[in-house]
């Protein structure tokens, strides 16, 4: 009897640490995606120069179709610099949105 109970929470243990796994792999690809995905949006935003729109939403074309993005432009304090800001998210998942920002 002893020994089933050492063994119901040896499986238990292992099972938890393979969810656990699962979830952290789930997270790493989003990362990974978000993170080409917003490197591509603002060098999109920084080619538009003075022309960007303040702010900006939409969604990527297939296949990242899953993910979106909102881009905004703020003034700063300092004469000529602006701050850039894109956030990428995805539909659905309980990731928070990979954010960068961009002094120029």
Same mark, same amino acid.
């Given at each position: 009897?002893? #020994?089933?109970? *050492?063994?119901?929470?040896?499986?238990? #243990? !292992?099972?938890?640490?393979? #969810?656990?796994?699962?979830s952290m792999s789930g997270e790493a690809r989003f990362l990974t995606t978000a993170a080409l995905l917003a490197r591509g949006k603002m060098a999109l935003l920084e080619s538009q120069g003075g022309n960007a729109p303040e702010e900006e939403t939409g969604t990527f074309e297939e296949p990242w179709s899953d993910f979106q993005w909102k881009t905004t432009v703020e003034e700063t304090?300092? !004469? /000529?610099?602006? /701050?850039? *800001?894109?956030?990428?998210?995805? /539909?659905?998942?309980?990731?928070r949105p990979y954010v960068i920002e961009l002094y120029r």
């Open positions: 009897m002893i #020994a089933l109970a *050492i063994l119901v929470l040896v499986l238990v #243990a !292992a099972l938890q640490n393979q #969810a656990q796994s699962v304090q300092i !004469a /000529k610099i602006r /701050k850039r *800001i894109v956030s990428v998210s995805m /539909k659905g998942a309980g990731f």
